[in-house]
């Protein structure tokens, strides 16, 4: 498959891209859809998401309040959102930027002035909202508080001859105040809002969870960060007039960039590639041939560069040209451990070793 080049500067929009769109988080719905694109980027469950943190120390993640927080149905505390993000494997020097979005959407739920009476819910909206200059329409203006008012007048009269004739009989009821029509309308507003966002990610999630059983591909693999390499042995045959490595990566992190070496030799790189849509991507690179013929094996290191996250590996498939044609000379799976045992495959720095579950783009398939 052929590699799209890039360099530092691209890795550097990428990131400032990515941190343009969490600085961007004014409201509620937007730190939503953020948090809920971590989780999908994640690919794991809320109880996966649970034993990471149990595992980390520090705040726990129960999963009700996960899915109530990706649901929208409740505000988390920052400490939540932080052990959440970790647990999604966001980068660190990333964390700062979540937390002061968190911070401007919490003061956007402050009251707009303190001569308002107005109870807050920040998983809902406004409860209730009541001015201290807005009355009901029936009822008359006090220049001065009830309580004041009969202090200074003094208890009425009482009438002996009603109290023996009704001494039972109740007050009067006070007549209830109507919630002021502005406020109802809000809330149903804000109701709305919310089962939209919920029904959405319900949609979101069924349909990504129908594709996945019919067209994905799941495969498991291993990731490493900076100062990081992994490193393994691949068969070939001493005839060979070339030899093709064929990786499958997950493109969801974009950017990874990995130096290659041949028994010590530099022998080229894994270009950075701008990451895709569908999940999967085979990229393969060419071993110069001075590196390759007369050899019956080949020790091949992989190491760290740059990348927005990490660099991962599922499987690698080696080729090798025989009379002018391309066929397989060894494969590794990365994540098997009989495969890796057999290549001895060895990792350093490592950030990732689980399973993914994706699909590849249209004619974008090399391996397997």
Not at 78 to 106: D, N, S
Not at 185 to 206: D, E, K, N, P, T
Not at 310 to 317: C, G, T, V, W
């Amino acid at each position: 498959m052929s590699t799209e080049p890039g360099g530092g500067r691209a890795h550097r929009t990428a990131g400032e891209a990515y941190d343009a769109a969490v600085g961007q988080v004014t409201r509620h719905e937007e730190l939503v859809r953020l948090l809920a694109e971590e989780f999908a980027r994640a690919d794991v469950s809320l109880r996966e998401l649970q034993t990471r943190a149990d595992r980390a120390g520090g705040t726990r993640l129960p999963r009700a309040t996960c899915s109530d927080m990706l649901a929208g149905r409740r505000f988390p505390k920052k400490a939540v959102m932080v052990a959440f993000l970790r647990a999604c494997r966001v980068p660190e020097e990333r964390l700062p930027a979540w937390e002061r979005a968190w911070e401007r959407v919490r003061i956007a739920h402050l009251p707009a002035a303190y001569g308002t009476n107005r109870t807050f819910n920040l998983s809902g909206g406004i409860e209730s909202a009541t001015s201290t200059s807005e009355q009901a329409p029936t009822e008359p203006v006090r220049t001065e508080p009830p309580q004041a008012e009969a202090a200074r007048t003094g208890p009425p009269p009482t009438d002996p001859t009603r109290a023996r004739a009704h001494p039972t009989e109740p007050a009067p009821a006070k007549p209830a105040r109507a919630r002021p029509a502005r406020v109802r309308g809000s809330l149903r507003r804000r109701l709305v809002a919310v089962l939209c966002v919920v029904a959405a990610m319900v949609i979101l999630v069924a349909g990504a969870v129908v594709w996945k059983a019919l067209h994905g591909v799941t495969d498991d693999g291993r990731a490493f960060g900076p100062g990081g390499s992994s490193r393994f042995t691949i068969k070939i045959d001493p005839a060979n007039g070339g030899v093709r490595l064929i990786r499958r990566l997950d493109a969801n992190v974009p950017w990874q960039r990995a130096a290659i070496s041949v028994d010590g030799v530099r022998a080229g790189e894994w270009k950075p590639l701008r990451g895709g849509t569908y999940g999967w991507l085979d990229q393969s690179v060419d071993i110069p041939p001075a590196l390759t013929e007369g050899r019956s094996s080949l020790t091949l290191t992989n190491t760290f560069v740059s990348s927005v996250w990490d660099f991962n590996e599922f499987f690698y498939l080696a080729q090798q040209k025989i009379n002018g044609a391309w066929s397989t000379a060894d494969t590794l799976d990365v994540g098997n451990a009989r495969s890796e045992a057999a290549h001895g495959y060895h990792i350093t720095r490592e950030t990732f070793h689980g399973t993914r579950t994706f699909d590849y783009p249209p004619s974008g398939r090399h391996i397997g």
